[in-house]
């Protein structure tokens, strides 16, 4: 008989059972969802396989080319570390997730595992180029965050794999990156949109850009266009037009329309760019 809650402490201990059950690690997606599933008689409860006695994952560790956030790292602990200025929108993000309780208990890869459209670690990650570590009992494999997110609660992870870290390319040295978000209150709230962007700039003229927007399609998405067109140029919000937006697909309900939607990512863009410049 399959026990309904397991803690192993190793990794091949972990993998050996993980088929068929449900990952927690900090619960705060999978609690609040099991509590209204059972409020409205819906409740069909999944085995646990608990990873928080796994060794090598809680910490936050630096080589001379990446940073190496491991899975039970929580948003708190990203939050208070010491980080170079090219992390600051990531930081800002960490801020801004729940409150002080969630972003204690929360972990930013079960944020991406999670794969809300407007889970607020993506857009700064994808500036970042990040990339995810996932591991099966035959091999291990990164992939790139943009080929992680399939859609709305949707992922790349197969069943008999664990995410165990997230892979992020040092930025250089002079890059200054920021996160907006914006909801119905400053926090505590599901974002309406967000915006994350990450620039180099030199003598006034950016040489590097890398832009992207949350909550306004099924999976944040770099804006390549709109990268392309600051490139070489003075940081000027201007050059930032609502056609390099085209690619997203804003939907309306209950938070906003999604033409709203669609102005307001341009405008958090235009507000991070003067900010950075």
Request: with cysteine.
């Amino acid at each position: 008989m399959q026990q309904d809650y397991l803690r192993p402490t190793s990794l091949e201990a972990a993998l050996a059972a993980l088929p068929g059950r449900q990952v927690l690690a900090g619960g705060t997606d999978i609690l609040p969802a099991e509590a209204g599933a059972q409020a409205w008689l819906r409740h069909t409860p999944r085995p646990l396989l608990d990873i928080s006695a796994l060794p090598g994952l809680n910490g936050i560790e630096a080589s001379a080319t990446h940073l190496r956030i491991g899975a039970l790292v929580t948003w708190a602990q990203l939050r208070r570390a010491a980080l170079p200025p090219g992390f600051a929108g990531l930081q800002q993000a960490a801020a801004q997730v729940g409150g002080a309780q969630v972003q204690n208990r929360a972990t930013l890869l079960g944020n991406l595992c999670n794969a809300s459209p407007a889970a607020d670690g993506v857009p700064p990650l994808l500036t970042l180029g990040a990339e995810i570590e996932l591991a099966s009992p035959k091999a291990r494999r990164t992939l790139p965050l943009a080929s992680f997110l399939h859609g709305n609660r949707s992922t790349a992870l197969a069943p008999n794999e664990l995410a165990l870290a997230l892979l992020l390319p040092l930025p250089p040295a002079t890059a200054r990156a920021g996160f907006l978000k914006l909801g119905a209150r400053s926090h505590l709230v599901i974002s309406i949109a967000m915006a994350a962007a990450l620039i180099h700039v030199e003598n006034g003229i950016i040489q590097h850009a890398r832009l992207a927007i949350g909550a306004c399609s099924a999976v944040a998405q770099r804006l390549p266009l709109a990268e392309a067109a600051l490139l070489g140029q003075p940081a000027n919000p201007a050059l930032l037009l609502p056609e390099h937006l085209d690619a997203l697909t804003p939907i309306d309900d209950v938070r906003a329309p999604a033409t709203y939607r669609r102005h307001a990512a341009l405008t958090l863009l235009r507000r991070l760019l003067e900010t950075l410049a």
